[in-house]
């Protein structure tokens, strides 16, 4: 019975990623900008969101399960750095980085660096 409602549900969740994935696609002006940023339509809030779980997906996952085994309890110090650091990154800066980026027209946060402002 376990099995049958894993199936399930692993057949519901692929068929609506699939779904979203359609609409996306529909919606899509397939350019550059529209593939790296989304046409740079989203909000604040996403932008931070997919920011946050793409840098800290493999830091959580294998480097914080790394370090709390090599160093115990006090690994939580570095996790808490972390979490203010996010923070105080994605309150004060994100508006500026936006703004250098659009003059700039930079895409990519390799390309953003690379330019000099002018």
């Not at 709390?68 to 994100?94: H, K, R």
């Amino acid at each position: 019975m376990e099995s049958g409602i894993t199936i399930f549900s692993f057949g519901l969740f692929l068929v609506i990623f699939l779904w979203i994935g359609a609409l996306a696609a529909k919606s899509s002006d397939n350019t550059e900008s529209d593939y790296l940023l989304g046409s740079r339509s989203f909000g604040k809030v996403f932008v931070g969101l997919s920011a946050g779980a793409t840098g800290n997906s493999g830091w959580i996952m294998i480097g914080t399960v790394g370090m709390a085994y090599s160093m115990g309890v006090s690994a939580l110090l570095m996790v808490i750095a972390w979490f203010l650091g996010e923070v105080t990154f994605w309150t004060f800066f994100p508006d500026k980085i936006n703004q250098i980026s659009r003059k700039q027209n930079s895409q990519t946060i390799p390309e953003f660096l690379g330019r000099v402002i002018k």
